[in-house]
Structures are given as C-alpha cells and as structure tokens.
C-alpha cells in the first residue's frame, strides 16, 4: 500500500533529525510532501542544499511555499497537495519523530482490513528526544489488550474521547489516515458545527463511522515537547479552540447518534465549567461564556444560540 507524506514544515531547527527518521524506514513513504511556511523559508534552502541532494532524491521530497495564513491553512495545502494519490497519507509534524518500523507497521494494519485510520502508541520525549514517563492515558481495557491491533468502531470512539472530554489518540503524527478521513481536516466541521482546534481528532472520530478505527499496540514514535509549543500557553487562540471545540463534538456526536443525550450533556458540563472558570477574565470568550450555562443545563432552543456564539469565535480566532 502506498503512503504519501505531508509535512506543515514551520520550524526548521529539527529538520535533520526528521530526515533521519525517514531515511531509516524499513519500508518508507512513498513521497514526502513539505509545504514551507517558515518565516524565512529556510527548509527550503535547507533543502536545496547540496549536502542533502541524495536524501531528498531518495525520498522523493517536493518542497511547496507555504499559504503563510497560520497552521490551519498550512494543514489543509498540505492534505490538498496529496489529493489523494495515494491510498493512504500520513500527516508528520515537523518536531515529532518516527520510528524505523512506523511505516511497515501502519501498513500491515491496513492491510488487516478496511480502516478510516491507523493509530499507533507514541512516547511523549524531551526537547532532546528523550522518552518520558506518562503522556497518554490510553484506556486500560486498550492498553493491556493481548492483540497488538484493535479495531475500534464509532460508538467505542467517540465516547472514550469525546465522551471522556480527553484525547487519548495523541497526534496525526502518529496517524496514518484514508484520503477521506484527512479531507476531514480540510473540511473542519460536519454538519455546520466547526471542530476547529481539535481537526485531528475530528477526523479520527467522525471518520471512524465510515469505517473502523485501528489502534496499533506498539510505540512507533515520539512526540515531542518544547517550550514554545501552542499548548504551552493555555490563553492562545489554539488552545481555546482546542477546549471549546470538544463542546461542538459533544453536539456532533450526539445528532450523529454516536454520543447518548447523558454522554453529551456530561462533556458540556466537564468542559464548560472549564472555560467558564479558566477563561472569565478573557474578553474574546464572552459570548461563549453567556451562551454556555443554559446549554450545559441541557434547556431547549440552547443550542443554535451557542453554535452561533462558536462560528463567531472561530471566524476571529481560528487562524492560529
């Protein structure tokens, strides 16, 4: 099965360490995508360079310039580019990192049956890639499951990750996804309620209903930590996305049939108390925060008021 690559490059310091990653694949991607969106463009020179002529030829790399819009705009030029050439697509931030088997054994998964998307274990490493303790709170039924491949249906999906008002995937970079459940990251939202912030997983879950999920029992790569990353600073236009969006995927869920009425109202609950408490003194959060105590009371007519109320925050905001 063929795999194309697609990497919303931003910041170059980690570029060799990424090539080496790919260069050590034991069956590897069958081209590699980066659109630079770099202020000063420099994975492009970086790869343009000389010294790197017989790696980029290798992995078949073609380097894009970036839309220069912010990180969405970056993701969605990354999934068109691909535009389905290929049966699969793995979307590969610039920071995290794989492991020599990751693409060998996201295929075997594939080729296992017909999957919306393969996620892998991943460890959650320092600056330096070093492995830590922790990261993903995998369920335990999941985690200590004896089979290394899991098919996981709809209704297991959303309501350990929506449901549970946590994301236990972890990244795309651990992710290797069918054309039409990336398209769902391009798309942004099913049925008029953005899932903006929380694109990724958006499409594992809402792509999961077409087809099952795979989740491989192995650690085939790390992510990795650093000061300056979006989730470092809890106020940033991303991370508020990423919070409030699990309000929308709590209504999707539940018009999808996918989430009970009780499972939706407890996400709503759990994430608007939250952002009620965490986000009082923010101004741009207000007119989610009028809108959300009648629609964690579960009232009638709550809901279009504060579907409202997000389309207009996403529309200021959700540019990253």
Request: hydrophobic share 40%; net charge negative.
């Amino acid at each position: 099965m063929k795999i194309t690559t697609v990497i919303p490059a931003y910041k170059s310091k980690y570029l060799l360490e990424l090539l080496g990653a790919l260069a050590q694949q034991t069956e590897p991607a069958d081209e590699v995508i980066f659109s630079d969106d770099s202020p000063d463009q420099s994975f492009t020179a970086m790869l343009a360079n000389e010294q790197l002529r017989d790696i980029v030829r290798k992995l078949n790399i073609t380097v894009l310039p970036g839309p220069r819009r912010g990180a969405y705009a970056n993701w969605s030029q990354c999934i068109n580019a691909y535009g389905g050439k290929t049966e699969l697509v793995h979307i590969l931030c610039d920071d995290d990192i794989i492991y020599p088997q990751f693409y060998e054994r996201h295929r075997w998964a594939h080729r296992h049956g017909t999957f919306s998307s393969t996620v892998s274990r991943r460890w959650t490493a320092s600056e330096v890639g070093q492995p830590l303790l922790g990261g993903l709170n995998i369920p335990d039924e999941i985690a200590n499951h004896p089979q290394r491949l899991v098919p996981l249906d709809s209704g297991v999906v959303f309501a350990t990750t929506v449901g549970w008002s946590r994301n236990w995937f972890g990244e795309v970079s651990n992710t290797v996804m069918r054309a039409e459940t990336a398209n769902l990251i391009v798309q942004r939202g099913v049925g008029g309620i953005s899932m903006a912030g929380l694109e990724d997983l958006g499409a594992l879950t809402v792509g999961s209903i077409a087809n099952p999920l795979c989740f491989i029992n192995e650690h085939l790569g790390f992510f990795r930590q650093s000061p300056n990353q979006n989730s470092a600073n809890g106020n940033s236009a991303v991370m508020k996305c990423a919070i409030m969006s699990y309000l929308g995927l709590a209504l999707t869920g539940h018009r999808l049939g996918k989430l009970s009425r009780e499972q939706m109202l407890a996400t709503i609950g759990t994430v608007g108390s939250n952002v009620l408490l965490h986000y009082a003194s923010q101004p741009d959060t207000a007119e989610i925060r009028a809108r959300l105590p009648a629609l964690m009371a579960g009232e009638p007519d709550s809901e279009e008021p504060f579907l409202a109320a997000w389309r207009d925050f996403v529309t200021a905001h959700g540019h990253y």
